[in-house]
């Protein structure tokens, strides 16, 4: 499965290096989040520096991560550690070794990288539908399909909902970030033909 997967492949997406990371511990300590995660930041380091990568791709720790970049600002060594973690999503979700727990979690971002690939901003009722539809019909739980929904009135009210949806102007930039990101990244995520998509 993740058999062409080795410690480059994480530091070329993360734009860092592993073996920088000498597990003083910094990044843990400072972490928000550590106490819902199953291994601590600088123990997912030392699992990618001892070659054991499938085990931290397989790790719920990565998924509780919220991106605040204080283990990154906080590492003396400057290792990007968020952008490692990031890393670690991306390739569990391509080499399908994400946990089942987290797949509700994995199609919201999904749902939501697509919401904003063909509007150019958040078109929220959009966003709403697809999510619950691909959610139930995963997993037919019919009290996540009503989960929230009492939120919507409330949203309207304050105006944070939105019932006509509405597009950037121009999406052919739109379109050339996602595919500027996608050769970074230099693998494909199922989202070809961007540049295409949007101007259609």
């Given at each position: 499965?993740?058999?062409?997967?080795?410690?480059?492949?994480?530091?070329?997406?993360?734009?860092?290096?592993?073996?920088?990371?000498?597990?003083?511990?910094?990044?843990?300590?400072?972490?928000?989040?550590?106490?819902?995660?199953?291994?601590?930041?600088?123990?997912?380091?030392?699992?990618?520096?001892?070659?054991?990568?499938?085990?931290?791709?397989?790790?719920?720790?990565?998924?509780?991560?919220?991106?605040?970049?204080?283990?990154?600002?906080?590492?003396?060594?400057?290792?990007?550690?968020?952008?490692?973690?990031?890393?670690?999503?991306?390739?569990?979700?391509?080499?399908?070794?994400?946990?089942?727990?987290?797949?509700?979690?994995?199609?919201?971002?999904?749902?939501?990288l697509d919401n904003i690939?063909?509007?150019?901003?958040?078109?929220?009722?959009?966003?709403?539908?697809?999510?619950?539809?691909?959610?139930?019909?995963?997993?037919?739980?019919?009290?996540q399909l009503f989960k929230?929904?009492?939120?919507?009135?409330?949203?309207?009210?304050?105006?944070?909902?939105?019932?006509?949806?509405?597009?950037?102007?121009?999406?052919?930039?739109?379109?050339?970030?996602?595919?500027?990101?996608?050769?970074?990244?230099?693998?494909?995520?199922?989202?070809?033909?961007?540049q295409g998509e949007l101007?259609?």
């Amino acid at each position: 499965m993740t058999h062409n997967l080795d410690l480059n492949s994480v530091e070329e997406l993360a734009h860092t290096r592993v073996h920088d990371c000498y597990q003083c511990g910094k990044c843990s300590a400072g972490c928000p989040v550590v106490e819902r995660m199953d291994i601590l930041p600088n123990q997912l380091l030392r699992l990618l520096q001892l070659g054991r990568l499938e085990k931290a791709m397989a790790a719920g720790a990565i998924w509780e991560c919220v991106s605040c970049m204080t283990c990154t600002t906080r590492c003396p060594k400057s290792v990007d550690c968020a952008g490692i973690l990031d890393a670690l999503r991306q390739l569990s979700i391509e080499h399908d070794v994400a946990s089942p727990a987290q797949r509700r979690t994995i199609l919201f971002q999904q749902t939501f990288l697509d919401n904003i690939r063909r509007n150019g901003r958040l078109a929220e009722l959009d966003l709403v539908r697809k999510f619950k539809t691909q959610g139930f019909l995963d997993d037919l739980s019919v009290p996540q399909l009503f989960k929230d929904a009492l939120l919507g009135p409330q949203m309207l009210r304050r105006g944070k909902l939105h019932l006509r949806s509405r597009r950037v102007k121009d999406r052919k930039l739109v379109g050339r970030i996602f595919a500027r990101c996608m050769a970074d990244n230099g693998r494909g995520n199922g989202h070809g033909g961007i540049q295409g998509e949007l101007e259609a």
